[in-house]
């Protein structure tokens, strides 16, 4: 005769078991949509732009429903907010400064990644929703690189301080790596380094003003 009780619990012990591992392959499976979702809404940038950005197109790309997108990503807000990280992923995380260093260092470390990408990367400065993209982007790092230049502004007042943030900031962003290349020829790696000496060059004369 079989005990009831046994097979009771080997069923409910076998049916924990197996939760974890259909709960991560959900995961995975979720993962992997949201990932081709927006692969679909960049290439759409790339190729449109905003004027015929159309979430239904985005979705033919991605093989799903458009009411798949709007499960991940209920509102514009959403998909901007989303692209601009996977943009930021494929720019590999790219690092925030600290240091006036830092900030030269940032363009040895982002322009030759900009030519890697360049078609999104022109995609994202030419077109309205780009653009909209970016400034999530920029806005967290805008404020790093004010506060990592921060110790060689102290002497400075607030206008020439103003000025030279927003100089030595323009000089590290995509538009001064898409400047270099298109007009000069200029590769993005020569680029990086180029913008690098430019800026330890900046900070090194707003130091010396401090002596």
Do not use: C
């Amino acid at each position: 005769m079989y005990d009831m009780k046994n097979i009771t619990d080997a069923s409910t012990d076998s049916g924990t078991a197996t939760r974890p591992y259909r709960s991560s392959l959900r995961q995975k499976q979720s993962e992997a949509t949201r990932q081709l979702i927006l692969e679909a809404l960049a290439e759409q940038l790339v190729s449109d732009g905003l004027q015929d950005f159309s979430i239904a197109d985005a979705a033919k790309r991605a093989g799903v429903a458009a009411r798949t997108i709007y499960r991940y990503f209920p509102n514009r807000e959403a998909i901007l907010e989303a692209l601009g990280e996977w943009v930021d992923q494929q720019l590999g995380d790219l690092p925030y400064p600290s240091t006036p260093d830092e900030v030269a260092e940032l363009a040895k470390l982002a322009f030759p990644r900009f030519e890697q990408q360049a078609t999104i990367i022109k995609a994202l400065l030419l077109s309205e929703l780009g653009q909209n993209v970016r400034s999530r982007l920029r806005q967290k790092r805008r404020q790093a690189i004010v506060a990592a230049l921060s110790p060689v502004m102290d002497t400075l007042s607030p206008e020439a301080a103003q000025a030279a943030q927003a100089v030595i900031g323009h000089l590290v962003t995509a538009e001064t790596w898409k400047h270099l290349r298109d007009e000069f020829g200029v590769s993005g790696e020569a680029a990086g380094e180029a913008i690098a000496w430019a800026v330890r060059t900046l900070v090194a004369d707003l130091q010396h003003q401090q002596d």
